[in-house]
């Protein structure tokens, strides 16, 4: 009988990816927290590509820690994947559909939502949710 533990292949890549991907996270968060928080004076498109390069730094940093493997990756790891996955793919939807209502209620203009804004709600809701359902099962 063979071990399915050692023998599951998903599409994941190398567990090291988790650590460069939270070093990219922290350097896009410095990065645009200093940029931010110490007034800078820049042109307009030097600001706007600040905002779109740290923006996207932190998106692919949430991607590999999101696609990083477990030291152990077994079906069950692979299952908490695919009920997170879908269950923020649920809530990115009800999140797009429901905002701009917020937008009405609260504000006066309407905010169009970013791709940048839903792919980061979606990374980090399937993060919160993948990790709360795997420190539940411990």
Same mark, same amino acid.
């Given at each position: ?21 939270? *070093?990219? &996270? =922290?350097?896009? @968060?410095?990065?645009? /927290? ?6 800078? %004076? !820049? ?13 996207? *730094?932190? &998106? =692919?940093?949430? @991607?590999?820690?999101? /696609? ?6 077994? %079906? !069950? ?16 939807? =009800? ?32 993060? =919160? ?10």
């Amino acid at each position: 009988m063979e071990n399915k533990t050692n023998n599951y292949k998903g599409t994941r890549i190398h567990k090291h990816f988790k650590k460069m991907g939270i *070093g990219i &996270i =922290l350097i896009a @968060l410095i990065t645009g /927290l200093s940029i931010k928080l110490m007034h800078i %004076e !820049m042109m307009p498109t030097h600001k706007a590509f600040f905002k779109v390069f740290t923006l996207n *730094g932190f &998106i =692919l940093g949430l @991607l590999f820690v999101a /696609l990083a493997k477990e030291k152990v990756e077994d %079906e !069950m790891i692979a299952q908490m994947r695919s009920k997170a996955m879908s269950q923020t793919f649920i809530w990115a939807v =009800l999140y797009v559909i429901l905002t701009p209502f917020v937008d009405l209620i609260f504000k006066d203009p309407i905010q169009n939502l970013t791709g940048q804004q839903v792919v980061i709600a979606m990374l980090f809701g399937y993060l =919160l949710n993948y990790y709360s359902q795997k420190f539940s099962n411990k």
